[in-house]
């Protein structure tokens, strides 16, 4: 019995694995206007592990958005920011998009951020 307990508690700290990358914020809001250009976004992070992360994709769930980190290596320690620039698509309104970070960390879930944008028609100059 002590040794299944044993044999327990030494597994129990690899099942729990921390993800590497701790966000300063998940979850980034913007104002977009109609014909105004591409917005962008600025999710900060620190790599608080003891092993160097590599940031493999960003995947995103529109052509619209795309992620950019500053770099792809990231050392024990170190801070970074993945910068998200949107394209404004014409719908009008409030709109919510998901994205991920996917790193090198085995066994590991992606990353999950969101971006928020409310678009807004210009108003036109009346004649």
Partial sequence: MRTSLFIIALLIPA????QALQWEQTRAW???VED???VTALYRF????GNPVRIRSVPTSCNCM???P???D???DEQGELTLIYSPKGRWGVHAYRFYVVTDEKGLRP???IFEVNETRREKAAD
Avoid: D, M
């Avoid at 620190?46 to 592990?49: F, I």
């Fill in 15 to 18: 099942a729990v694995k921390a």
């Fill in 30 to 32: 913007v104002e977009a």
């Fill in 36 to 38: 105004g250009g591409p």
């Fill in 46 to 49: 620190k790599n608080t592990s």
């Fill in 66 to 68: 795309v992620g950019k």
């Fill in 70 to 72: 500053e770099k792809r």
């Fill in 74 to 76: 990231y050392a024990p």
């Fill in 111 to 113: 990353y999950e951020l």
